[in-house]
């Protein structure tokens, strides 16, 4: 029997990662907290450039916007 398999019993097997304890990693919730104003700011200069109107007027807009709502993004982290 190795170290580990004496630490560890059957009883006491690892937790599977959860969907929130992936989200609450320092690392990952400051990437979004950071990407939430890039996105916001890209969707209010899209009144001035075409190209930036056709990105953010697309069917993938509609989803990143929900993605990007910081009410939202608050409630998962949270």
């Not at 019993?9 to 400051?30: F, N, T, V």
């Not at 990407?35 to 697309?58: C, F, I, K, R, T």
Request: with cysteine; aromatic share 16%.
């Amino acid at each position: 029997m190795s170290a580990n398999e004496e630490q560890i019993g059957p009883e006491q097997s690892p937790q599977p990662l959860r969907l929130g304890d992936w989200l609450w990693r320092p690392l990952c919730a400051k990437l979004w907290w950071a990407a939430v104003p890039l996105y916001w700011l890209g969707m209010w200069a899209s009144h001035y450039s075409q190209a930036a109107e056709d990105l953010y007027g697309s069917a993938l807009a509609g989803y990143l916007t929900v993605f990007f709502f910081p009410p939202l993004v608050a409630l998962i982290l949270s």
